[in-house]
Nanobody
Framework: QVQLMESGGGLVQPGGSLRLSCAAS????????MGWYRQAPGAQRELVAT???????NYKDSVKGRFTISRDNAKNTIYLQMNSLEPEDTAVYYC???????????????WGQGTQVTVSS
């Protein structure tokens, strides 16, 4: 019923930049907060950044000043601009959103399939 599709991952050198996108599609009645999470090998999934429908943002401390999350409500899409990338940013990045599906009464969390970001020289 609902899909979250990420794009924009890849291999970049330390100090470089990448921009991730995540588009939600399907029988969407409404979207609440959307966010980016990441999971490095052998580690737990962690919050990177979130953004509410009205644009309020929250960031993991280690990415503040380097990453910027933004949102296009008309396109049900969020973005993550990542600058000054470090090897420690290497992980699979996942998009997440709380969505109310058309015809349903409860909100549910949905996840994308993930996109690999590798920061290496």
């Amino acid at each position: 019923q609902v899909q979250l599709m990420e794009s924009g991952g890849g291999l970049v050198q330390p100090g470089g930049s990448l921009r991730l996108s995540c588009a939600a599609s399907g029988r969407i009645f409404s979207l609440e907060a959307m966010g980016w999470y990441r999971q490095a090998p052998g580690a737990q999934r962690e919050l990177v950044a979130t953004i509410t429908r009205d644009g309020s943002t929250n960031y993991k401390d280690s990415v503040k000043g380097r990453f910027t999350i933004s949102r296009d409500n008309a396109k049900n899409t969020i973005y993550l601009q990542m600058n000054s990338l470090e090897p420690e940013d290497t992980a699979v990045y996942y998009c997440q959103s709380r969505i109310l599906v058309t015809g349903k009464v409860h909100w549910n969390d949905y996840w994308g399939q993930g996109t690999q970001v590798t920061v290496s020289s």
